[in-house]
Each structure stands twice: as structure tokens, then as C-alpha cells.
């Protein structure tokens, strides 16, 4: 079906298709930055004390990382846009176009399939920018501040931007997928990016001593990683940090520090 698209529209139609994917890519990180700060606001009393740092947020730092993020979103259409022209010419993508080509059961099991194709990919891509010399030239810029924002969610180097853009399609390279999927998992991965980014943490306070939801990411884990370097590489869950031993030592002391004091707090008031 996409290939028939593709190779029966117009000379204009590459075009109009990367002015279309830059709006889509362009409005979620909007959306999802926009409802990140919108949360710090409206629960900034209830959240103050689950601050992970106690380290200023500058403008200017939220001017860098807002204006790396504009920067990245063209490089991550333009690749997206690329790979659709290759699956066009190649067919190198497993999409299916009939919703229930594959059956219901396919349609749901494939979203928590695609969940961990992407998150194994990121978390080796993840630790692969940060060898020293690849650090320097590409993922500095990501990590530009020690306590970042919702802003920075898509604040990457261009080489980065493109590893990024990748992550989402190596699924649809590994197992037959549905766009509305892939779309999901955009959404997903978005909204991720701005809660990992918040530098409040949001989750209760046994989270990590739950036996499943130890698993999952979380602000405080991500916000280490930044103010670390060395540690917590995952993005949506904690399984390969675990798995590879590069979870932080120190990760579920500071996380009960950081949600023990909003207990504190409100014994107090």
C-alpha cells in the first residue's frame, strides 16, 4: 500500500509528506513539553519537595535545550521521510495496511513488542554515544545541563537525531507492524521523554521495591543518569540496566530519599 502511495504521487508529494511528518514530530514535542510544565505548575506545591536536585534551571539553559530540540525535529523527519522512501523502493519495512491483517491478538501483543525492540535499541545506542570520543562530538549536546528539563527531550546532535529517528523504524525492520502502532509508540516514546526529563519524581514511594515496577523508568533514574554520566542507560524500563549491571548503586537510595521527604512534609503540615 505505501509503496503504491509513494511511487504514484507527484514529483511534490516527498515534499508535502516531510511538511506532514515535521508537523506531526514538531506538534508532540509541544504537546508533551507544554503538558510536562503544565503538571510542574498545577502540582508545584504537592511536588516541591520531591525536587531531585536542588540545582537552578536557567533560561538560559531552557532557551539551549529548547533551541537544540527545534534544530533536531527536521533531522528526525527528513530521516523518517528517507526510510519511507527506501521501504517505497525496497520494501524493506514489515508495515501491513488491513488493521486486523494479523488478527487482534497481533494488534495488541505487537505494541509491548515494539516497546522492547525500542527500548533494547536505545539502550545500546545509548550507551554507545557516550564512549569517550563519540561523547564529546555527538551526545554532549544532550547533556549540555546536569538538570535538565522537558525541553531538552529532543535537544540532540543531528548524528543523534538520526539515531534516534532510527529507533522507532528498526521495529517495523524486526516484526510486522501496523503504522497506527509505530504512531503509538511515538506517542509513547514522547510522552516518556518529557516525564523522564521532569526533575520531580511522580511515582510512589515504594516503586522500587515493587517485585514488576522496579523495572520502570523513572524521573529520579534518568536525572541521575544526567548528573552521573556513568549509569542508567534505559529509557522505558530498567530491565537491560539490571541485566547489565549499569544501574546505579546508589539509584533506589536516592530514590526513597527523594520520596521520603514529601512524607516528611506532609507529617509536618
Do not use: C
Not at 549536546?141 to 537525531?161: D, K, M, Y
Not at 549499569?246 to 521527604?261: D, M, Q
Amino acid at each position: 500500500m505505501l509503496q503504491d502511495i509513494y511511487l504514484s504521487s507527484g514529483p511534490g508529494f516527498p515534499t508535502l509528506l516531510f511538511l506532514a511528518v515535521l508537523a506531526v514530530i514538531a506538534s508532540r514535542y509541544f504537546i508533551f513539553a507544554g503538558i510536562a510544565f503544565a503538571g510542574l505548575f498545577v502540582f508545584r506545591r504537592r511536588l516541591a519537595s520531591r525536587r531531585i536536585q536542588n540545582k537552578t534551571v536557567t533560561r538560559k539553559q531552557m532557551w539551549r535545550e529548547l533551541g537544540w530540540s527545534i534544530a533536531s525535529i527536521p533531522v528526525i523527519a527528513l530521516t523518517a521521510v528517507l526510510y519511507l522512501w527506501a521501504h517505497s523502493t525496497w520494501g524493506i519495512l514489515q508495515f501491513y495496511s488491513g488493521l486486523l491483517d494479523y488478527g487482534w491478538l497481533w494488534l495488541i501483543v505487537s505494541m509491548p513488542i515494539a516497546v522492547l525492540i525500542h527500548d533494547f535499541y536505545f539502550y545500546w545506542m545509548h550507551r554507545l554515544v557516550h564512549v569517550t570520543g563519540i561523547f564529546e562530538v555527538v551526545h554532549k549536546v544532550h547533556h549540555g545541563a546536569t538538570n535538565p528539563t522537558p525541553l531538552s527531550s529532543f535537544a540532540f546532535h543531528p548524528i543523534e537525531a538520526v539515531l534516534e529517528a532510527f529507533g522507532i523504524l528498526i521495529v517495523a525492520l524486526i516484526i510486522p507492524v501496523h503504522p497506527v502502532i509505530l504512531l503509538a509508540l511515538a506517542l509513547y516514546l514522547q510522552a516518556t521523554n518529557a516525564m523522564l526529563h521532569l526533575g520531580y519524581e511522580i511515582f510512589p514511594r515504594h516503586w522500587v521495591r515493587h517485585p514488576v515496577l522496579r523495572y520502570l523508568n523513572t524521573p529520579t533514574n534518568h536525572n541521575q543518569h544526567h548528573s552521573t554520566f556513568r549509569y542508567n542507560f534505559g529509557l522505558y524500563t530498567l530491565i537491560w540496566d539490571r541485566l547489565f549491571g549499569t544501574l546505579h548503586p546508589e539509584y533506589e537510595a536516592l530514590y526513597e530519599r527523594v520520596t521520603e521527604n514529601r512524607m516528611a512534609e506532609g507529617k509536618s503540615a
